[in-house]
C-alpha cells in the first residue's frame, strides 16, 4: 500500500527543513452528511512523531481543527546529508502510517 505521507528535506548550513503533506480525510464529526443528513463519524490524526536517525526531534498532538491533507514543516539542527528522518501518525481509529526519507 502507498504511504499517505509525502515526506522531503532540504539542509542548508546547519539547518534541515522538513516538509510533509499527509492524505487524510480530517473528518471532525461536526459536519452533517447532505444525503443522509446523519453526522459524518470523527476521523483525524491525533498524534505525529518525527525521528532523526531514530531519535525524537519533534512531536505533535492533533485535534479535530487540522484541515484535509495537512501540511506540516519545520527546521532542525545537527543533522547531515545522509541521515535519515522518519514521520509517523495515528489518527483517532488507530489507523497508523510511517515514512522515512534521506536528508538531501
Known amino acids: 500500500m502507498e504511504s499517505s ?3 522531503q528535506t532540504k539542509i542548508r ?3 534541515t527543513t522538513v516538509r510533509a503533506i499527509i492524505r487524510h480525510p480530517m473528518e471532525t464529526g461536526f459536519r452533517i452528511d447532505s444525503e443522509t443528513t446523519e453526522f459524518i463519524p470523527s476521523h483525524y490524526i491525533n498524534e505525529i512523531i518525527i525521528r532523526h536517525n531514530g531519535n525524537v526531534v519533534m512531536t505533535c498532538d492533533w485535534s479535530r481543527a487540522i484541515s484535509k491533507n495537512p501540511y506540516l514543516s519545520f527546521m532542525f539542527e545537527g543533522a547531515t546529508v545522509g541521515d535519515k528522518v ?3 501518525w495515528t489518527d483517532n481509529r488507530n489507523n497508523v502510517d510511517s515514512t522515512e526519507t534521506q536528508i538531501k
Open 5 to 7: 505521507i509525502r515526506l
Open 13 to 15: 548550513g546547519r539547518v
Open 86 to 88: 522518519e514521520l509517523s
